[in-house]
Structures are given as C-alpha cells and as structure tokens.
C-alpha cells in the first residue's frame, strides 16, 4: 500500500519561500509511471493542481503559478518537495502531495498525503 | 478559473439516484475522473477513466461521458456520501491538470 505523507513549516512569512516534502512509503518514486504531484486547497475552496513532476526529473507546472514554483525530487530518499517563493496571504492554504496516473486518455490521483495547513502570516 | 465546470451544490433524497455532471472542452479527448472529499480529509479516488472504480469502492458509484461532459452516478445514495466531489482531467493541451471546482452534494 503506498502511502504519502507532506512535512514542512505549518506558518511562513509573507515574501519568504514555502518549502514542503513528500515522503513516499510502500513504493519506489524510481520505479517510474508515475507523476508525483502537489495540490493545494484554499480554506472552503477547491482543488488547484500546483505541478508534478516525473521520477527522471521532468517538470509541469499550473501555469498560473508557473513563475514561483519549483518541485524537485530526491529518488534516493523516496521523496519530492515544492517550494513556492514569494509567498503572500492568497498562498494559505492546505498543500496536499499525490500520486498522478496517467493512461492514455486519462489522469486520475490515486493515492494522497493527509495534507498540511500552511498559514502566510508574519 | 477552471476549465471543467460543476455545478455548486446538488441534493439527493436518501436511496434515490443522483447525476453529478462536469464540463469542459478537454474532455472530448479525455477521460474525467472523480473524487469524493469528506470535511477535514484527503480527497478519495472513486471513478477514472470510462468507467473504473478502485478496490473499496461501492459499485453504486459509476462514470460516464458524452461530448464535453462527464458525469458521476450515484445509485441509491447512502448518508455516507454527503461529500464534496471533484472531477479532474487533463487539459486541452495533454500536459496540464484542471480540476472542476466542486459539487456539495446533501443526502436528504
């Protein structure tokens, strides 16, 4: 069963740079086909796709956010990270990491971290 | 702004059978696949691609699409099922991910 989980400061400063990992467990980031997201979530709002990015380090990127985001990926440590620079208030809200499948002529996430609040606040 | 369209909020009478519908162009060429989210939770997969559901999921749930629209079928919905549900897909250009904005859906 491969589970996800989301580590990172639950509070940031506005200007300064959101930084969060994605801990894989129950499946190797190396073993490919898979797209390793992030995803956030305003309070009371809905789904944004923020990127993903591939085990060999290919990148895409929402890109209405395009500009701020860089996502990387450590397959030694099964893991992957967002960072989102230049952060102001809009930027609160709940960062999910998951697992993107894509087949043909469908994109599904099949699996997701619990999610973590990030609040932008000085 | 998404380019799949739901509508905001949907009801449904307890054990009665509920459509939830998603729009956009790109779906003409994909798939949509769909997602029931629950308050304080994760997101849960339920329908992707034609018409598959993963292990754990009821089978009152079900997909289907015709044109630019994709649709969600709940048959003999459950008080379990009062949830948010999003569709996703990918976008007209194959690379990107857009979700639908999301359907509150009430069991009466």
């Known amino acids: 069963q491969v589970q996800l989980q989301e580590s990172g400061p639950g509070l940031v400063k506005p200007s300064q740079t959101l930084s969060l990992t994605c801990t894989v467990s129950g499946g190797s980031i190396s073993s490919g086909g898979y797209y390793w997201s992030w995803i956030r979530q305003h309070p009371g709002k809905g789904l944004e796709w923020i990127g993903y990015?591939?085990?060999?380090?290919?990148?895409y990127y929402n890109p209405s956010l395009k500009s701020l985001v860089t996502i990387s990926v450590d397959t030694s440590k099964n893991q992957f990270s967002l960072k989102l620079s230049s952060v102001t208030a809009a930027d609160t809200a709940v960062y999910y990491c998951?697992?993107?499948?894509?087949?043909?002529?469908?994109?599904?996430?099949?699996?997701w971290g619990q999610g973590t609040l990030v609040t932008v606040s000085s | 702004s998404s380019e799949l369209t739901q509508d905001p909020a949907v009801s449904v009478a307890l054990g009665q059978t509920v459509r939830i519908t998603c729009q956009g162009d790109?779906?003409?060429?994909?798939?949509a696949s769909w997602y029931q989210q629950k308050p304080g939770q994760a997101p849960v997969l339920v329908i992707y691609?034609?018409?598959n559901r993963p292990s754990g999921i009821p089978d009152r749930f079900s997909g289907s699409s015709s044109g630019n629209t994709a649709s969600l079928t709940i048959t003999g919905a459950q008080a379990e099922d009062e949830a948010d549900y999003y569709c996703n897909s990918r976008d007209s250009s194959g690379n990107q991910v857009v979700f639908g904005g999301g359907t509150k859906l009430t069991v009466l």
């Open positions: 990015i591939y085990y060999s380090g290919s990148t």
């Open positions: 998951a697992r993107g499948v894509r087949a043909g002529w469908v994109y599904y996430f099949d699996y």
């Open positions: 691609g034609k018409n």
């Open positions: 790109s779906l003409r060429s994909y798939y």
